[in-house]
Antibody, heavy 122, light 107 residues
Framework: QVQLQESGPGLVKPSQTLSLTCSVS??????????WTWIRQPAGKGLEWIGL???????VYNPALKSRVAISLDTSKNQLSLKLSSVTAADTALYYC??????????????WGQGTLVTVSS | SSELTQDPAVSVALGQTVRITCQGD??????AAWYQQKPGQAPLLVIY???DRPSGIPDRFSGSRSANTASLTITGAQAEDEADYYC??????????FGGGTKLTVL
C-alpha cells in the first residue's frame, strides 16, 4: 500500500523559499499511470491545489501560484519536492502531497500524506 | 482553473439521507472526486468517477451528476460521517480545483 510522508522546515522567513519533500513508499514514483501533486490548507480554511508533476516530467501549476512554484521528482530517492519562492504570511498552511490519477479523464487524489505545517514568520 | 461552489454547511438527522452539492462548469465534462476530512486528519477520498468508492468506504456514500452539478449522497448518515466534505475536479487545460468545502453536521 502506497504511503506518502511530507517533511521540511516548519518555519520559513518572509521573502525566502519554502522547500518541502514528500517521500513515497510502497510504490514507484516513476509509474506512468500516476501523477504527483501538492495541496495546501490554511488553518480553518479550505483546500488549495498548488500543482502537479507527471512521471514524464511535465508540470502543471495553479495559475495563481505559477510564478513562484516549482515541483520536481527525484526517482532515485522516490521523492517529490515543492519549492515556493518569495513567501509571505499568506503562504502559512498545512501542506499535503498526494498521488493523483485519471480514469477516463476524471481525476482523483489518493492517497494523501498526513501533511506538514509551514509557518511564514520572521 | 475552474471554480467549484459548495454550500458552506449542511445538517442531517441521524439515519437520514443528505445530499451535498458542488457546482462548476468543469463538471459538465468531468466527474468530481469527493473527499471527507475530519479534524486533524488528511482528506480521505470517498467517491470518484461516475460513482466509485475506494476500498473500505461504506456503500452509504454515493455520487451523481446532473449538468454542471455533482452530488455526494449519504444514505443513512451516521455520527462518524460528521466532517468537512470537498469536491474536486479539473478543467480541459489540466488545472485542478477544489470546492470551498461543506461542513456536515449530524444531529
Amino acid at each position: 500500500q502506497v504511503q506518502l510522508q511530507e517533511s521540511g522546515p516548519g518555519l520559513v522567513k518572509p521573502s525566502q523559499t519554502l522547500s518541502l519533500t514528500c517521500s513515497v513508499s510502497g510504490g514507484s514514483i516513476s509509474s506512468s499511470y500516476y501523477f504527483w501533486t501538492w495541496i495546501r490548507q490554511p488553518a480553518g480554511k479550505g483546500l488549495e491545489w498548488i500543482g502537479l508533476m507527471y512521471s514524464e516530467g511535465i508540470t502543471v501549476y495553479n495559475p495563481a501560484l505559477k510564478s513562484r512554484v516549482a515541483i520536481s521528482l527525484d526517482t532515485s530517492k522516490n521523492q517529490l519536492s515543492l519549492k515556493l519562492s518569495s513567501v509571505t504570511a499568506a503562504d502559512t498552511a498545512l501542506y499535503y502531497c498526494a498521488r493523483g490519477s485519471y480514469d477516463y479523464g476524471d481525476p482523483r487524489f489518493d492517497p494523501w500524506g498526513q501533511g506538514t505545517l509551514v509557518t511564514v514568520s520572521s | 482553473s475552474s471554480e467549484l461552489t459548495q454550500d458552506p454547511a449542511v445538517s442531517v438527522a441521524l439515519g437520514q439521507t443528505v445530499r451535498i452539492t458542488c457546482q462548476g462548469d468543469s463538471l459538465r465534462t468531468y466527474y468530481a472526486a469527493w473527499y471527507q476530512q475530519k479534524p486533524g486528519q488528511a482528506p480521505l477520498l470517498v467517491i470518484y468517477g461516475r460513482n466509485d468508492r475506494p476500498s473500505g468506504i461504506p456503500d452509504r456514500f454515493s455520487g451523481s451528476r446532473s449538468a454542471n452539478t455533482a452530488s455526494l449522497t449519504i444514505t443513512g448518515a451516521q455520527a462518524e460521517d460528521e466532517a468537512d466534505y470537498y469536491c474536486h475536479s479539473r478543467d480541459s487545460s489540466g488545472y485542478h480545483s477544489f470546492g470551498g468545502g461543506t461542513k456536515l453536521t449530524v444531529l
